[in-house]
């Protein structure tokens, strides 16, 4: 299993932007995929941003052009950087591994981290 731990989250206005951090136990190299999911207040849980360990990224049609993932191997370290921020960007972001263990997907989930966007 791999553990995670989230910081970055905060309040900001609307325009402004945070930088989300998830350090895993192990090398993210031997990760196949780490990313974010977020949890509006009263809406369901939805899949943010994702990134491989060969560097392939994807976003939510929401985000495209304002959040970017990305990776530092040395640190075992994944960030979302999220600019122009608006208020249906607050959420609880909760950061996940997923690795395939002998042909079944795990998936482990960090403590989570909010982040309100609001003037």
């Known amino acids: 299993q791999v553990q995670l731990v989230e910081s970055g989250g905060g309040l900001v206005q609307p325009g402004g932007s945070l930088r989300l951090s998830c350090a895993a136990s192990?090398?993210?190299?031997?990760?196949?995929?780490m990313g974010w999911y977020r949890q509006p207040p009263g809406k369901q849980r939805e899949l943010v941003a994702t990134?491989?360990?060969?560097?392939?990224?994807t976003y939510a049609d929401s985000v495209k052009g304002r959040f970017t993932i990305s990776g530092d191997n040395a640190k075992n370290t994944v960030y979302l950087q999220m600019n122009s921020l608006k208020p249906e960007d607050t959420a609880v972001y909760y950061c996940?591994?997923?690795?395939?263990?002998?042909?079944?997907?795990?998936?482990?989930w960090g403590q989570g981290t909010q982040v309100t966007v609001s003037s």
């Open positions: 990134i491989t360990s060969t560097g392939s990224t």
């Open positions: 996940y591994a997923r690795k395939g263990v002998r042909g079944v997907v795990a998936t482990n």
């Open positions: 192990a090398s993210i190299f031997s990760i196949d995929a």
